[in-house]
């Protein structure tokens, strides 16, 4: 099936769920839900949002949306991330904030998040779809174009060498749920958005009630493994073997790539959610403890402190950390030490 088609199934079955809906789809408008849904940073993006009366603020939300892509595309050559990759210097302040989040998380993570990666990724064929089995000396060939070390941030400037390019595909959505949330709680409106593997809950639903999240199977990606429960603004992003890949000989490759081998991540675990206050460093967090694997997520995570996560090992065991015991309405879990 055409994946465009899954993630319009799986984006209506995520609101359906995570948004408490039915009731909703059937009286939405008047108690106040719109919804919209855009396909922007090459993901479908559904947007749910209450109280918002006349519009303005889902049309404020889509046009940040479609400018944030435009910006950050590293496939359109009329955006300033291609910019970037082609002349070695921006002062984009987008990307500037991204990539020095990128710069933080990836020294705090051991390397495991690297933006550099591009040129790996297209050997792979992950941004073209012609996907192959790149071998060893082509992905050596690549090693002196990839690396956190070739990214100079200063003055205001972002440098990188010739050959070098970034993408900022693992953090990008979870700045963009970032400021979908400010410009939200701005104007007082509270709501639900699935950017693709990226949900964020924002205000206090009208009715009071925690907003409910469900966490993809990834064995049936229509279905969840666990639901949870929250109050307030909180981002919830996932990072997983499920969302983007290929199969040859009976092995998969996803698009995560280990920055140790150049190569798709190959570990046990099949995906890994982030949940955390800020959009953009659960979705980095995301990326690096997909890449990290489950015991030195542990361990990442003991050290930190600062976010909680939930780790699906392909046996199907589900781990969470302590504080989202209390959280899980359904799914059977263990609890990590803490
Ligand atoms: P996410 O879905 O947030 O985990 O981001 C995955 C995307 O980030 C991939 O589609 C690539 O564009 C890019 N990427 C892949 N591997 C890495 C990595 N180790 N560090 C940073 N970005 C990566
Ligand atoms: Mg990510």
Not at 131 to 154: N, Q
Not at 290 to 295: K, Q, S
Request: glycine fraction near 10%; charge should be negative.
């Amino acid at each position: 099936m055409c994946k465009r088609y899954w993630s319009l199934l799986l984006a209506l079955v995520l609101l359906l769920s995570a948004c408490d809906l039915l009731p909703d789809l059937m009286g939405g408008a008047s108690r106040g839900i719109s919804e919209t849904s855009i396909w922007a940073m090459d993901t479908q993006m559904d947007l749910q949002l209450y109280g918002d009366t006349d519009g303005a603020v889902m049309t404020e939300l889509t046009s940040l949306l479609n400018a944030l892509d435009r910006e950050l595309s590293v496939t359109s050559d009329g955006s300033a991330l291609y910019a970037l990759n082609e002349g070695g210097e921006t002062d984009n302040e987008t990307i500037l904030k991204l990539a020095s989040k990128a710069k933080d998380v990836s020294a705090l993570s051991g390397g495991a998040l690297d933006i550099t990666l591009y040129p790996a990724s297209l050997a792979w064929g992950f941004t073209t779809h012609n996907y192959r089995v790149v071998p060893a000396e082509e992905l050596e060939a690549l090693r002196d174009k990839v690396g956190m070390e070739k990214i100079t941030i200063s003055d205001g400037k972002l440098r990188i060498p010739a050959g070098t390019m970034l993408d900022l595909g693992a953090l990008a959505k979870g700045y963009a749920a970032d400021c979908c949330r400010a410009k939200m709680e701005a104007a007082g409106i509270s709501g639900i958005l699935s950017l693709g593997g990226n949900l964020q809950t924002v205000g206090t639903k009208p009715d009071g009630e925690d907003w409910i999240v469900g966490l993809q199977d990834p064995e049936n990606p229509a279905g969840f493994c666990l639901t949870l429960k929250f109050p307030g603004s909180k981002a919830a992003v996932s990072s997983g073997d499920y969302q983007r890949f290929f199969q040859r000989d009976e092995i998969r490759y996803c698009h995560i790539l280990d920055p140790k081998t150049l190569a798709p991540v190959q570990g046990s675990l099949r995906a890994v959610t982030v949940i955390a206050d800020e959009g953009l460093y659960a979705d980095a967090l995301s990326t690096a403890l997909f890449v990290m694997g489950r015991e030195a997520g542990e361990a990442f995570w003991r050290q930190q402190g600062d976010f909680q996560a939930v780790w699906i090992e392909a046996d199907g065991r589900v781990f969470v950390t302590p504080e989202l015991k209390s959280r899980v309405l359904e799914g059977s879990f263990e609890v990590i030490d803490p």
